[in-house]
């Protein structure tokens, strides 16, 4: 039996190109683009063509006006294949919020350079994370934040919805303010080494970031609907609720110096060039989630799988069956799908009928790529998205380790009431911890 834990972020996640025209060299395209939150003065932009995530000097790159304008002359077979970054530092002026006090990044989609705001950079995001296309990725931010208008357009030229709902200039805001909060809060991190004994860079605490903001996008949207953000009618008074909303979120993120080390060192792994090896077809249980406070009081979600389900088949997927168990009191409960018992028996609609997840439901999954990404079907479409994973040796290493390293890292989802219980306990030869993030691309009407 091939054993390991298995720790998962569930993220709610979620086309064009820039202007431009060959130069008189024909060796370059211009390609013009726009970095707003409100238009950005000063702002370092540039095509990131070794995914880095930061400006280097031999990357064509140039400044915006005052108007957040810039046009940077692309050789021609650049044209569309990198994204596009913008550093915003502390000498840039944001025309409807003033000078810049806390530096951050911004980006877009390679295939979509035109503009450059809070919103293009949770698509490129998506993009970087789940390698779908930029469309779809637009899409799924779109309806993840609710916005009426498309992520990928300059908002600061849209009309407010009429119905009251945050406009995509007011969730814009929201992703700057919390931006600079987080980085603020995990500043101290830089120059500091990974779990993987890599150096943390700046450009590793952007990428840590926009994960993270990614990942709290539903909480966030949330927190646009307090009435102290509603109820605010100035600039300053906005501005004023949405720091601290910001802070609340930032506070319950998970992201703190601890954690660096392990975020930036699945950061790493998951966008690394180095081919994950294959595995080989076995039985495997992975551990989604351990809630324990003791023997008559726990909750436990775990995936599994034969040898015959782990093996691909004719269109590369395994399958996987998810068992979920809740000692309540000596109340002993197991079931499939949902929070509760209960919710085994909820409906959804597939595409085509309403149907259930019974016990012992199989779900799809793909054969992880080189890099641990992967597509999934959970509950046959109640949820389809992609997940990438990172995976780290634990043979030989005591739980009490692992477990200290993984509460460390910001991971709620395993939660040990007592840690001494675990003694001198060490992990058994074959043993993995797998950090894995999924992203969300479809729920079903249920």
Not at 31 to 40: N, R
Not at 320 to 337: F, H, M, Q
Not at 363 to 371: C, G, L, P
């Amino acid at each position: 039996m091939c054993c390991s834990v298995a720790l998962l972020l569930a993220i709610a996640g979620c086309g064009g190109g820039g202007s431009g025209g060959t130069s008189a060299s024909s060796a370059t395209t211009d390609v013009s683009t726009t970095v707003v939150d409100g238009a950005i003065k000063n702002a370092v932009v540039c095509l990131d063509k070794n995914g880095n995530g930061k400006c280097d000097s031999d990357e064509v790159q140039g400044k915006t006006d005052a108007a957040g304008k810039v046009t940077l002359a692309v050789p021609n077979a650049d044209v569309g294949k990198f994204p596009i970054i913008a550093a915003v530092g502390t000498d840039a002026v944001d025309a409807d919020n003033g000078p810049v006090t806390v530096a951050y990044t911004l980006s877009a989609p390679a295939d979509r350079t035109d503009v450059v705001s809070p919103l293009t950079t949770l698509v490129q995001r998506t993009v970087a994370s789940t390698g779908v296309s930029t469309e779809e990725a637009a899409k799924a931010v779109k309806d993840a934040t609710g916005l009426t208008v498309s992520p990928l357009q300059d908002f600061t030229k849209a009309t407010p919805p009429a119905d009251g709902s945050p406009s995509a200039a007011t969730v814009a805001r929201m992703l700057v303010v919390t931006t600079q909060k987080q980085a603020v809060a995990i500043s101290s991190t830089a120059g500091t080494t990974a779990l993987d004994g890599s150096v943390i860079t700046q450009a590793d605490l952007d990428k840590a970031v926009q994960k993270k903001l990614l990942e709290l996008l539903p909480q966030l949207v949330t927190a646009l609907s307090d009435p102290s953000v509603l109820a605010a009618t100035t600039p300053a008074a906005k501005e004023a609720a949405l720091l601290t909303a910001a802070t609340t979120l930032v506070t319950g993120s998970g992201l703190t110096p601890a954690a660096l080390p392990t975020v930036v060192a699945i950061n790493n792994q998951t966008t690394s060039s180095t081919q994950v090896a294959a595995e080989t077809p076995a039985p495997f249980l992975s551990l989604r989630t351990l809630i324990f406070t003791n023997a008559m009081n726990y909750f436990v979600h775990a995936f599994t799988g034969s040898a015959a389900q782990n093996t691909p088949d004719a269109n590369n997927n395994i399958k996987y069956v998810e068992r979920r168990e809740r000692n309540a009191g000596g109340i002993l409960s197991k079931w499939g799908a949902g929070g509760e018992p209960s919710r085994g028996a909820d409906l959804h609609w597939n595409g085509s009928a309403w149907v259930n997840c019974p016990i012992n439901f199989e779900n799809t999954s793909s054969v992880r790529d080189a890099q641990g990404n992967g597509v999934y079907n959970s509950c046959d479409n109640a949820e389809t998205g992609k997940s990438v994973r990172a995976s780290f040796d634990v043979s030989g290493k005591t739980m009490s380790e692992v477990y200290a390293q993984v509460r460390a890292a910001g991971y709620t989802n395993l939660m040990i009431a007592d840690p001494t219980a675990l003694g001198s306990a060490t992990f058994p030869s074959g043993s993995t911890l797998l950090y894995q993030t999924s992203t969300a691309l479809t729920d079903a009407i249920s």
